[in-house]
């Protein structure tokens, strides 16, 4: 439950504050998410609190391929599966998220070096979401 915790919400208060790994504001950036309209900010930030009141975690998706648009309807549909449906869905999404990661350093580690950006950024990622931070 800590790793589908330690994720931040999709637009949220880490995005606004500038305060999101250097991966994820990439892959939030990538989607649009940092263009919302007025609209659709209130529109995710009511389906967040909605979503973690419901589920106890945050919406998770791989936002990579995907317009704001389509992110708040996926959102929107996802928001009426049951816990355990949307728990799995929820793991899933994060070794997606995992996956992309992984794909986006495309040197070798001895080629990239350990102080490569991407390659530190999803580390932190990958720590952070590690954690016991129940």
């Not at 995005?15 to 209130?42: I, K, M, R």
């Not at 609190?49 to 309807?73: C, D, M, Q, S, W």
Request: proline letters at 4%; charged letters at 20%; one cysteine or more.
């Amino acid at each position: 439950m800590a790793l589908l915790r330690s994720h931040p919400d999709l637009a949220g208060k880490l995005a606004v504050a500038d305060a999101l790994t250097a991966a994820s504001a990439t892959e939030q950036e990538g989607a649009g998410l940092a263009a919302c309209t007025a609209d659709e900010f209130e529109r995710f930030q009511t389906l967040n609190a909605a979503y973690k009141e419901r589920f106890g975690f945050p919406f998770i998706v791989a936002v990579a391929g995907y317009h704001r648009t389509e992110i708040l309807e996926i959102f929107e549909r996802r928001a009426g599966n049951d816990r355990d449906t949307e728990f799995r869905e929820a793991l899933e999404q994060v070794h997606r998220i995992a996956l992309l990661r992984l794909q986006t350093l495309s040197l070798p580690f001895n080629q990239s070096g350990p102080n490569s950006g991407s390659a530190q950024s999803f580390m932190a990622d990958m720590w952070i979401a590690s954690g016991p931070w129940d």
